[in-house]
C-alpha cells in the first residue's frame, strides 16, 4: 500500500514537473541556442577592431565579443580563421514588400460652385498616401530576404511606393520570421517624389504634382491650426476632420522625416527649397548628383539616403577596319551585331544617315563626357564624404543587392575611404532610424546582427559566409553567387521609378544634351543641330 501511494506521488510530482516546463517556453518562443564564431578578425563597429578573437551569440543575444579564443561547451563553432566579423550591414531605402490598399471614392462629387470643400474626395487625392504604415503591411519575400542576407545585409528600411506623398517607413531585421517579430523601428520617415503618380487625373505633369504636394500640406496646417484653436473656445464649430491630413501632422512638426526621391542636382534643390518654405525636415533618397550640391546639403544637415547606381561603364570602342563599316548612305546588315535592337523602333531614316546610332563611331568629345558623367557619379559618395554630408547607403537601383560590394569598391578606388564606407553600412543608418543602441556595433547584450565575410569592406569580390539576424543563423557557401531577383526591372527602379533620363541615355548611347530629337547624336545628322 505504501509502495503504490510513493509510486502514485512520484508520477504526480514528474507530470507536475513536465507541466511547468511546458509552461517555462510560451508558444512561438524561440529555443535557446548558442554560437561562436572563433579565430576571426572583428571590427567592433566604433573604431576598435580585434586582430583575432570571438564572438559569442546566446538565444539571439551576444554574449561576448573579445580577444579570447575559447568557445561555449554547448555552442555551436564556426572556425573564423581568415575571415571577419562585422555589424549586421543596412540597406538604407528598399522599395518592397509594402502594398498600399486602394482608395475608395466617397460618393457623389462635391459642388464647388457652392461652397470651398474641407475634404476632397479620395478619388482626386491620387498619389496621396500619408496614412499607410509600412509597419502595418509589410510581407518581405524570402527571395527579397535572402538575396540580402547573402550580401551581409541584416536590416533594412522598407518603405511604401512614393507617388506624390507616400506612406510611412519600416525598419525591419531580414531573418524570415512574422512581421510582429522583425520590426524594429516604425514611422521612420514619410516617402515622398516630386511626381505625378500613374493613372489618369490630376496632377498628370511635375507642376502639378508640387502644386499638389504644396497644397496637402498647407491644407494639413490649416486643419491643426483650426482644430488647437477650437480647444480654447469650445463654441466654435470644427472643421470635418480629415484623417490623411492629420496624418502628415507629424511631417509638419518636424518629428517625422520627408523622404524625398530625388536623383538630379535640380530634384534635390527643388525638394530642399520646398522643404524650407513648408518647414518640413528632409532626406534625400537616390542622391545621384548629390555632389554638385554637396556644400548644401552639409549647411542644411540634410542626410541622404545614396543610390550606388551608376549605369553601365562606358567602353571603348571596338577597333573595326574601315572597310567593315557601313558608309552613311549604307544600310546595315540585319545580322551586323550594330543593327537596332529589337526593342528600337523600326528603321525610317532617310538614306542619309544610319537607321540607328553606332556606338563605335561616336565622336571622341561625346565619349569623353559619357565618361566624366559615369567618374562623376562613382566619385559621388568620396565628394559627400569630403564636404561631411552624411550618407548611407541603399541598394536602390542595383539589379540585385549582390552588385552592392562592387559598387562601394568603385567608390572606395574614387576616393571614399573605407571607414566611410562601413560607417554608411553600419553606425550612420543605425543612429539615423533611431537605432543605434540595438545595431551598428557589436556589444554584448545587444541583439545579433552580425556579419562573417570573407574579404573587407570595399573590395569588391568580399563574400559573406554566415550572417546572424537576431535569433536566427544563415551559413552560405563562398563559392555561391547571389542571382538577380528582379525586384528592381531592367530599365526602372522598384515601385515603379524610372531610371534617371541621363542613365536612360548613358544605356542608350550618347548623353542628353549631345541628341537630336530622335535619339541620334550630333555626328549622325552630320553637324551641330
Known sequence: MVASNSRALAALFLGSVVFASSRALPQGSDVAEAHAVIGSKIVIGDGRILEKGRL?????????????????????????????????????????????????????????????SARMRESHRRGIRPEVSAANLLEVTEEVAAQRR?????????????????????????????????????????????????????????????????????????????????????????????????????????????????????????????????????????GTEAWKCASLLASKSVPVLLSLDFGAEPKEPARRDAASRPSRGESRPESSPDSAPESAPAATAPASRPAWPNPDELSARVRADRKRRYDERVANAAALARAGVRFVITTRGLRSAGELHGALAKAVEKGLPRDAALAALTAAP????????????????????????????????????????????????????????????????????????????????????????????????????
Open 430 to 529: 543605425a543612429e539615423l532610424f533611431g537605432v543605434s543602441s540595438r545595431a551598428g556595433v557589436l556589444a554584448p547584450g545587444r541583439p545579433a546582427y552580425a556579419c562573417v565575410v570573407k574579404g573587407a569592406v570595399g573590395d569588391k569580390d568580399l563574400k559573406a559566409r554566415a550572417i546572424f539576424v537576431g535569433s536566427q543563423r544563415f551559413d552560405f557557401d563562398l563559392e555561391e553567387e547571389s542571382r538577380p531577383t528582379g525586384d528592381a526591372p531592367p530599365g526602372g527602379r522598384p515601385g515603379g521609378r524610372r531610371r534617371p533620363r541621363e542613365a536612360e541615355d548613358q544605356r542608350s548611347g550618347a548623353p542628353r544634351d549631345e541628341r537630336g530629337e530622335c535619339g541620334c547624336d550630333d555626328e549622325t545628322h552630320g553637324g551641330a543641330r
Open 150 to 286: 547573402q550580401a551581409g545585409i541584416a536590416l533594412a528600411l522598407f518603405q511604401p511606393p512614393a507617388a506624390t506623398i507616400g506612406g510611412r517607413s519600416a525598419l525591419a531585421e531580414l531573418s524570415g520570421a512574422p512581421r510582429r517579430k522583425v520590426i524594429l523601428a516604425s514611422d521612420v520617415a514619410l516617402a515622398a517624389e516630386l511626381q505625378p503618380a500613374p493613372g489618369e487625373g490630376y496632377p498628370v505633369s511635375m507642376m502639378g504634382a508640387i502644386s499638389q504636394f504644396r497644397q496637402t500640406l498647407l491644407d494639413a496646417d490649416w486643419q491643426r491650426r483650426v482644430r488647437q484653436a477650437a480647444r480654447t473656445a469650445p463654441a466654435a464649430k470644427l472643421p470635418p476632420f480629415d484623417p490623411l491630413l492629420a496624418a502628415l501632422e507629424p511631417a509638419l512638426d518636424k518629428t517625422l522625416p520627408v523622404a524625398f526621391e530625388a536623383y538630379s542636382d535640380q530634384e534635390i534643390r527643388r525638394a530642399l527649397a520646398l522643404s524650407e518654405e513648408l518647414g518640413l525636415r528632409p532626406w534625400i533618397v537616390g
Open 56 to 116: 559569442v551569440v546566446r538565444d539571439g543575444v551576444i554574449e561576448a565579443v573579445d580577444d579570447r579564443l575559447e568557445a561555449p561547451a554547448d555552442a555551436r563553432v564556426l572556425d573564423g580563421t581568415g575571415l571577419t566579423i562585422y555589424p549586421g550591414f543596412f540597406d538604407a531605402s528598399l522599395v518592397a514588400g509594402v502594398s498600399a490598399p486602394t482608395l475608395a471614392s466617397e460618393g457623389a462629387p462635391f459642388d464647388a460652385t457652392a461652397a470651398a
